[in-house]
């Protein structure tokens, strides 16, 4: 399946190679570029939509904050 969006080359090299290091690091595994975007292509199909539908709902709740803030102002000033 093919992910959602797509990357710069260059931000998904950067990602690729941090997976990489991950896996050598912490589970003494080597993994080749494939290997890596494969897992890369993963996250973006099925865990990046979860934060950045969490990211949209926070900043619609900021924003409707702010709003209500410039609405209170308002109100102050009649």
Known sequence: MQ??????????????NAIQDYFAAE???????????FILDFFMIEIAPT??????????????EKLEDVFEIEKAEK
């Open 27 to 37: 589970r003494q595994e080597e993994l080749g570029n494939l290997e890596a975007g």
């Open 3 to 16: 992910p959602p969006f797509s990357l710069p080359k260059e931000k998904r090299d950067e990602m690729i």
């Open 51 to 64: 934060f950045y539908n969490q990211g949209v709902k926070d900043a619609h709740q900021f924003l409707s």
